[in-house]
């Protein structure tokens, strides 16, 4: 998932994974993400994705 959020690195520069410190990702809580609902929407460059909370409290995400 992409979200907009501010970055260290400009779109030409590729951070390289030995680089990458845990401060360089965003964290987001599920329950952020869904309130009290089990599935949201997310729009990828035009297409819909469906990520679902399953019963055992899994996640899929399905296009």
Partial sequence: ??????????PAQKPSHAAT?????????????FGT???VQIDHDGTLYRLKITRQGKLILNK
């Fill in 21 to 33: 410190r845990p401060g360089d990702v965003r964290l987001l809580k599920s329950s952020d993400l």
């Fill in 1 to 10: 998932m992409r979200a907009d959020h501010a970055s260290t690195t400009t």
């Fill in 37 to 39: 609902d089990m599935e």
